[in-house]
């Protein structure tokens, strides 16, 4: 069962904090409940809300905001090296990573302590450290929301990028994914240990062969001295794409800015930390009034003083203005607004 509340105020389940109000809020447990709502007359538009850590509401949401609130996990299959696990949208992310862990199946380890529920994770294939969900994923079911039918989706189908996947292309708004099954090791685990300071961290912490949850717990305390904790200072994590250029370009660029970190991603792209080019253009630890750029990370918009959605869209316009007449780079978001 479910009921419908008229005049929900958002700002207590997004981790930016905007004060917005819902027309109308409806959190549901099941997915027979969210089918049987779905053919019910509600009000629409109709938002899906997960755990509210990449939107940022521009103003209060006319129609209905669903909040997925299913919960479970399990193991569906064993074999000699793998494992399929399953968990529904609703779960928290990192306690399925610590679940998956105590259980000492690997995969998920450098995607430690990443906020947000378990169906929003193939939205945007999150990823950190060298690894994307697209790596460990087996397939998802989701709801279609015209029809309330249920459809599973392979890899393929899911056509995951960086931070991008169908849901967020050509099928934006039509599904509500219920629950994600992936495929994780039991033995043999492949450690990815060469991506930021994680060998560096391992070293501190005098880990000589790490295990899936040494390295969980080098990302956790890497995360935590970087980030801030959205508790504390409301926050999406990394506001933008870091974008990628034309080989040619980057080296151009890097005529006038020697320093410019790249990373070759392909024959003709190189990928430039967005987080570089705004800390470089010197907006680390910018704040107004209501908002600012984080002052550790420069890819972190914070609302420091009751800002609205509106705050957070100026600034990061300002910002992709002045990145481009820098650098000539369009930087795109990579959070959610609406
Ligand atoms: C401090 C911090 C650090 C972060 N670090 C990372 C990181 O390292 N890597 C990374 O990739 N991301 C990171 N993020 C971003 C964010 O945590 C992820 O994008 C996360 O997957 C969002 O999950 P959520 O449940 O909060 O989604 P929400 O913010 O609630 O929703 C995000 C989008 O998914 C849609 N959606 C949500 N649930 C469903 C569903 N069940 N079915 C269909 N659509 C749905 C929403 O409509 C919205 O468009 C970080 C955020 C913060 C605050």
New binding site residues.
């Given amino acids: 069962m479910y009921s419908i509340q008229s005049n929900q105020k958002l700002k207590p389940f997004t981790?930016m904090a905007i004060d917005v109000v819902a027309s109308n809020y409806v959190a549901i447990n099941t997915v027979e409940d969210l089918q049987s709502f779905l053919k019910s007359s509600y009000a629409k538009p109709l938002?899906?809300?997960?755990?509210?850590?990449?939107?940022v509401f521009l103003q209060d949401y006319p129609g209905t905001v669903l909040h997925?609130h299913n919960l479970g996990k399990g193991v569906m299959t064993q074999g000699e090296n793998e494992v399929l696990v399953k968990a529904n949208?609703g779960e928290n992310?990192h306690e399925f990573v610590l679940w998956a862990l105590s259980h000492d199946f690997g995969g998920l380890e450098n995607l430690s302590l990443?906020?947000?529920?378990v169906?929003?994770?193939p939205?945007?294939n999150?990823?950190?450290y060298g690894r994307e969900i697209k790596d460990v994923f087996y397939e998802l079911e989701a709801v279609e929301i015209a029809t309330g039918k249920i459809r599973i989706f392979n890899r393929e189908e899911c056509q995951f990028g960086y931070?991008d996947s169908i849901?967020k292309n050509e099928l934006k708004g039509q599904?509500?994914?219920t629950s994600v099954i992936f495929r994780l090791t039991t033995k043999h685990h492949q450690l990815k240990t060469d991506y930021g300071a994680i060998q560096n961290k391992l070293a501190s912490m005098n880990v000589n062969n790490p295990t899936i949850q040494d390295v969980s717990k080098a990302v956790i305390a890497i995360r935590e001295s970087k980030?801030?904790d959205?508790k504390k200072i409301p926050?999406?994590?990394?506001f933008f794409k870091n974008p990628t250029i034309l080989n040619e370009e980057y080296l151009l660029l890097k005529q006038h800015f020697p320093e410019m970190p790249g990373y070759v991603v392909s024959d003709t792209h190189t990928k430039v930390p967005a987080g570089w080019l705004i800390d470089f253009a010197g907006w680390k630890g910018f704040r107004n009034e209501t908002v600012g750029v984080h002052d550790r990370q420069a890819l972190v918009l914070i609302n420091h003083h009751e800002g609205s959605g509106k705050d957070i869209l100026n600034l990061s316009n300002e910002i992709v203005q002045d990145i481009d007449a820098k650098f000539g780079i369009k930087l795109e978001r990579e959070v959610?607004m609406i």
Wanted: glycine content about 18%.
């Fill in positions: 981790t938002y899906i809300l997960g755990g509210g850590s990449n939107i997925i949208a992310w990443i906020p947000g529920r169906g929003a994770s939205m945007q999150i990823g950190a931070r849901f599904y509500i994914i980030l801030p959205p926050n999406c994590g990394s959610n």
